[in-house]
């Protein structure tokens, strides 16, 4: 599955014979053409340039690429791949611009560009664009997903609480088991790291550290599931939620117990906040209540209400209500953008602060998205053979494909707003396109902490 040859699809191997004799070098970009956001937040390629571009290919990866697709009813160019083994060890001639990572702006603006660097490899540009559109689609949508979450939030914080501190930790990642696979995991959940550090999904950490030079990028809380809890059996479930308060409280510290077993009013009403109440109140730490079904709408503020009715509440700056310290609620349960925003509406309307909730995210943060959610591609817009040449597709059937032509650059306008421009017209000083891979080498590299900073601008 690491053969890098074999990283794209069938047709394409046959698309070294289809191109105008005499092309020396095809330039591709990478764009999202719109969708469900208006901006997006670029992500994601230093990864894949770091686990896969940054390795050379081996005579074995030509020998089994030459016999998969002889088999598989597709031409082989050997010679082409024998040539970059030969002349460059290995390593893909091609460089790859692209704006630098967490940088948020508009959608059809250039992404990502690439271009072979040997007039022998023009094949090359397009040969890798199922890997690299991939490799730069998904995380860069979970990012934006993410982000978009994100200012959500902190809208309804600046509406009705005291402060922001909170919001790092307001959305959680709960992704990685409904994750197509370790690596999707691994990829998505690092890009919701982008803008948050709440996670459960250990697979992000590793790659935050292998790709991105974080130590710890996200952090979690002793939690419980159904299994802790229903394992007392419904007799003893004040035991089992004791149990947790005895395990995992402490000055401090926070726990998150998951409460709906059963009955969660009960639950709330009558455990919580009766025979357990002294518990939670004196053992120095945070609570954490999550509710696990229902409408979250419904739910969310009236299991605030309930848990205010017991321990009471305080009166914010703002003017809007805030649970005691000892207790919190996080919603893990049919979380998206649109529940979010539904949620705080709800309860900003009520008069709850969204200081006290969190959310957890998994499907609709890791899995629920595609290519289309942004309507990502990659389109060759030039060619050389003597001199650089438009190529665009421009579909009468759907004007919305219509591609952009020419080199391209990617600069601010006067107002500061990104736009994508003839790279002929601009100075390379101007143009935030950034070299980032050029012949199997990392041209430069980006860390964690810069990505964020630059998404939250």
Known sequence: MRNLILNTDSYKTSHFLQYPVGTKYVSSYIES???????????????????????????????????????????????????????????????IEAVPEGTRFATRNVLVQVVNTDPKCAWLTSYIETALLRAVWYPTTVATVSNACRRIIARYLEETADDLSGLPFKLHDFGARGASSEETAAIGGLAHLVSFQGTDTLSAIMAARRYYNA??????????????????????????????????????????????????????????????????????????????????????????????????YR????????????????????VSVKSIEAILEAMKRRGLSADNVAFGMGGALLQKVNRDTQRFAMKASAICTEYWQDVFKDPKTDPGKRSKAGRLALIRD????????????????????????????????????????????
């Open 414 to 457: 006067e107002e500061g707003n990104f736009k994508t421009v003839r790279r002929d017209s601009v100075s390379e000083r101007d143009n935030c396109l950034v070299t980032v891979f050029r012949n199997g080498t990392l041209m430069g590299e980006y860390n964690l902490t810069e990505i964020r900073a630059r998404a939250a601008e």
């Open 33 to 95: 053409r719109g969708g469900a956001f208006d901006e997006t937040v670029f992500f994601g390629l230093q990864a894949f340039l770091k686990e896969y571009l940054s390795k050379p290919i081996t005579r074995e990866d030509i020998d089994e690429a030459e016999v998969v697709c002889l088999a598989h009813g597709v031409p082989f160019n050997r010679e082409g791949w024998d040539y970059i083994l030969e002349a460059y060890k290995g390593f893909l001639p091609i460089e």
């Open 215 to 312: 130590d710890m990028a996200g952090f979690s809380i002793p939690a419980a599931e159904h299994s802790t809890i229903t394992s007392w059996g419904r007799d003893g479930e004040t035991e089992a939620y004791a149990n947790m308060l005895k395990q995992f409280g402490g000055e401090g510290r926070l726990v998150a117990v998951v409460s709906d077993s059963y009955d969660l009013w009960n639950a709330i009403d009558n455990l919580w906040g009766g025979s357990l109440k002294e518990q939670v109140q004196t053992m120095g730490g945070t609570l954490v209540v999550r509710p696990d079904s229902g409408d979250p709408v419904e739910i969310v503020p009236q299991a605030i209400e309930r848990l205010m009715a017991s321990f009471g």
């Open 315 to 334: 009166t914010n700056l703002q003017g809007y209500k805030v649970l005691p310290d000892c207790v919190r609620l996080i919603q893990g349960d049919g």
